[in-house]
């Protein structure tokens, strides 16, 4: 699929219907208290950049998220594609677009949080594929059955 991916204001219709729908696809795998979500409003706050693909036309079909934690280490957040456009691709590009900013930022480290459920095999697949290796919980995120965390050391 042919698509562009760019850095956007989450606060966009399009953007927050994405983030609406990622939530809706999230909510039966994990309980509430294990689901890290940013709303469209905190995606908007410093140190945050949202990526989105749109397709040919220009609808918005994929975003993943990067947020700074300080000079060194960034988070993935709010990694989602459309269903209807998955196994495309999309999300190794808003991954790889991510990635690039972190570098652009001189970021060391690259960690996430993702389900550690059935349904999330395809998230795993796209972080491994690119480099991402499993650790344990970081920042304030508890260790629990629900949660995968992963990490990848980017180089200078």
Known sequence: MRAVVAAESP???EVRGLVAALNAHLQPLSPPEFQFQLTAEQ???EGVTVFVARDAVGRA???GS???HDDALGEVKRMFVDPAVRGTGLGRLCLEAVEAKARELGLRRLVLETGNTPGFEPAWR???RAGF???GAFLDYPDSPYSRFYEK???P
Do not use: N, P, W
């Open 133 to 135: 290796v499993r650790r």
């Open 153 to 155: 050391k980017l180089q």
């Open 66 to 68: 990067l947020k700074a």
């Open 61 to 63: 079909v994929a975003m």
């Open 11 to 13: 606060l966009t219709d």
């Open 126 to 128: 796209i972080y491994e």
């Open 43 to 45: 995606m908007a706050g």
